[in-house]
């Protein structure tokens, strides 16, 4: 659907595509309420916003993730390819860290989680607009974490993960959890650590029973879960 713009003068375009009606028509209501943004178009789906391109070509697009026919990630991959200076900020009422990261890497600007606030709406169009990539705090922090587990050595990777379950190795126990991992016997763990085998017996004793786990094999499979 195709307006004219409330207000020639305004400063930015925007499209907004969603399935929601009323997501589409509420958002559409607090923008035309400013005069240095204005909504020119709406739609469902990234079929017909592609079509509408044709039409009116907006500054900056609001765009959900969530489509039927043609989904937000299809749609600005299409988008950007063809129009690269329209400004793609990819809308989601739920973090899902993979679609997430999709849809930067096919050149979308920003991700938004649904439930922010109208000013934050707001700010966030005009810092598109003027090329800055824009992230709710939500999304920047899943962004971040994924950022550092990327960097972290294997180990260190480990260690957070069990974190995350709230399972608390000391350094030393981490230490010989990983050598058990990749496969060194008592014997090896011993001379790499410079400890004698039966002080390893005891710090595998104390994996066992933080993790509560009854065997060696069993510890092995649980560490390569938490590392898939």
């Known amino acids: 659907m195709i307006y004219n713009p ?118 966030s169009i005009k810092d598109a607009y003027n090329g800055q990539n824009v992230l709710s705090g939500d999304v920047a922090s899943l962004l971040v974490n994924r950022i550092r587990d990327l960097t972290l050595d294997k180990k260190q990777l480990l260690g957070k993960r069990l974190d995350n379950q709230g399972i608390r190795f000391t350094k030393r126990e981490l230490d010989i959890a990983y050598l058990m991992f990749i496969g060194h016997s008592n014997q090896a763990i011993a001379e790499h650590l410079f400890l004698g085998q039966g002080t390893v017996k005891n710090y595998i004793s104390d994996i066992y029973r933080k993790l509560d786990i009854r065997n060696r094999r069993q510890v092995v499979s649980y560490l390569l879960k938490l590392l898939t």
Do not use: C, W
């Open 6 to 123: 409330v207000g020639d003068n305004a400063l930015i375009h925007v499209m907004l595509v969603d399935a929601q009606r009323l997501f589409r028509e509420g958002v559409e209501a607090l923008i035309n309420n400013r005069s240095d943004i204005a909504v020119i178009a709406m739609a469902d789906d990234g079929e017909q916003a592609i079509a509408l391109l044709e039409e009116a070509v907006p500054d900056v697009i609001l765009m959900d993730i969530h489509m039927h026919r043609m989904d937000g990630i299809r749609a600005a991959a299409y988008i950007k390819d063809k129009y690269p200076a329209i400004k793609i900020v990819m809308l989601t009422d739920a973090q899902d860290e993979e679609r997430i990261i999709r849809a930067i890497k096919v050149g979308a600007d920003g991700f938004l989680l649904k439930d922010l606030n109208p000013e934050k709406l707001i700010q």
